[in-house]
């Protein structure tokens, strides 16, 4: 199997692989200490980080209680089947003690629409060194995605699988499990209730197999030994994908047949049926994102603004912008003729030359005024709404309706005595109530309607004669 799938070890690595089979024959599944590289500044405990970002997951997921629910179901599953342990003393331990953080990425599944990401590439801060920065490091084993790819579709018949939780399957030794402890609710069901702290049993590794056959022979011989010597090590191909009919035949009557109708397939789409891998949808008039990457992407952004807090980020204008190039959508041919793609902008050399961002001032000006006659706060009336928020600025009515919200509220905050934080209020998610919501929008309606139906306004309040 090693040689079908092109996996054989370097030299160097053979040694230690060849010792380590020695001293384990009897304890498949267990794996050696990663004793790491010794290379690198102290790893520290990371804790302070890995609680706030726990925090930070827990207060997003409660207000999706639902998505709450599956996440603490996923870790309560990977306790269950033994992959993680629940550290009941956190303090009494002599070894070397490391937390990361976690966070959920949405998948396009409709059994499981989340998945956990433990982020072993968090750094205290820029000097300190991250988890992944303490392994050791091996010459590469991956090969070319292009090989990858031409392999898969050698053969006359593909056929694509994948190893159940295979990235916990490998056991962890124990003075090392330590070191990757991470926070959790010690009650899901409650986002107020302690963190608990848990830890991994087992270790890291990939787990899907791609590989292609000349007759449908081979491929039941392949599906047949694999799953036995998968099986043997303790390990269960779990689910199957092919071209071939009797491939297809024999693992749905195993109940291992995928049964999704597209497989993905690094990144694209495998269609085993009519046996077409296709990429991001794309045509000659448009490039356009389908709803798959527009979610990667919203939780890109999630993981940098939760990971670069302290960071200082620099303003580049949309016509400067690469990713702007797919995400607002161009012609193909632009594309391939593009510059600003290929190379990036021009100034991104010359740090002189780097834009900056004015925020555009208006000429009308709010005046805002505070009153001693009284404690309560009268609602606030804004005339004219559209020259105080720039409607432009905004492509989603929801985020004009909650930025309206905000606005009536520091008026209304200006307008009283009691000292408040409006910055600290928005910061900690409060929720914005539907009667505000509500006000906001007959606000924007008022207005529209008082500058697109003025003259028809004017002529409903002149009385009949």
Sequence with gaps: MADLLNLRPHRKEAITISGFGESNKKTIGTSPSFHGNQEHPELPSNEMIARKR???????????????????????????????????????????VHYIPHHPVKKDSSTTPIRIVYDCSCRQDSESPSLNDCLSSTPPQLNKLTDILTRFRYGKYALTTDIEKAFLQIGLDEEDRDSTRFFWLRDPSNPKS?????????DLY?????TSVNTEEAALNFFEESRELMTNAGFNLRTWKSNSNQ?????????VLDKDSETKILGMRWDAKSDILTFAKLNEDRIDIDNSQATKRENRVLEIKETTQNYDWKYVPTDSNPADLQTRGISSTQFKESTLWMQGPSWISDENSWPTWTPQVKQETL????????????????????????????????????????VFKFVNICKSKRPYNLRKYARHGKDI???????????????IQNE???????????PVT
Aim: proline residues 2%; hydrophobic residues 30%.
């Design 54 to 96: 726990a925090y930070n997951v827990i207060n997003r997921l409660a207000k999706e209680p639902e998505m709450l629910k599956i996440y603490g179901n996923i870790i309560n599953d990977q306790e269950n089947r033994g992959f993680i342990e629940k550290v009941e003393t956190p303090d009494e331990t002599t070894n070397r």
């Design 194 to 202: 302690e963190l608990e702290t848990y830890r991994f049993k087992r």
């Design 206 to 210: 990939v787990d899907n197999v791609l």
């Design 247 to 255: 491939l297809s035949n024999e693992a749905t009557k195993a109940n």
């Design 367 to 406: 005046l805002l005024t505070t009153t001693d006659d009284s404690e309560k706060i009268k609602p606030c009336v804004l005339n004219g709404i559209s020259k105080i928020i720039d409607l432009s600025r905004f492509s989603s009515l929801k985020k004009l309706l909650r930025v309206t919200c905000y």
């Design 433 to 447: 109530t539907k009667d505000e919501i509500d006000r906001a929008t007959r606000t924007w309606i008022t207005d």
């Design 452 to 462: 697109k139906f003025s003259s028809e306004k004017s002529a409903t309040r002149k």
